[in-house]
């Protein structure tokens, strides 16, 4: 249902900024809840941080204070701003599309949502 296609990733050093953009085509964007979830070499998904179709915002605990997820419903894009990043940010970081039941649920898996992106990746080294 849809597509989602994510870019802005790339190498950062340690400390550094990056802002990733989802746009969306062929979904009603506006209705939906958007969600960053990011995959690490070696470990689980993780859902990191999640915008309902209000606006408002949900971050996990170790991103907040650091990210920051925004929506412009008029360009059916959702941005994830990204501050002073560790290694341990490192990830492919996709984006993923809920249709809105009033209240934004998680998740950290593809079958969760109705819209997946293949994803950007996002490295954070020296």
């Known amino acids: 249902e849809g597509q989602l296609v994510e870019s802005g990733g790339g190498l950062v050093h340690p400390g550094g900024s990056l802002k990733l953009s989802c746009t969306a085509s062929?979904?009603?964007?506006?209705?939906?809840?958007m969600n960053w979830v990011r995959q690490a070499p070696g470990k689980g998904s993780e859902w990191v941080s999640g915008?309902?179709?209000?606006?408002?915002?949900y971050y996990m605990s170790s991103v907040k204070g650091r990210f920051t997820i925004s929506r412009d419903n008029t360009k059916n894009t959702v941005y994830l701003q990204m501050n002073n990043l560790p290694p341990e940010d490192t990830g492919m970081y996709h984006c993923?599309?809920?249709?809105?039941?009033?209240?934004?649920?998680?998740?950290?898996?593809?079958?969760?949502?109705?819209?997946w992106g293949q994803g950007t990746p996002v490295t954070v080294s020296e």
């Open positions: 993923a599309g809920r249709r809105s039941i009033g209240t934004l649920v998680a998740g950290t898996d593809q079958s969760w949502y109705h819209a």
């Open positions: 062929g979904l009603p964007f506006g209705s939906y809840d």
């Open positions: 915008i309902d179709r209000r606006a408002e915002t």
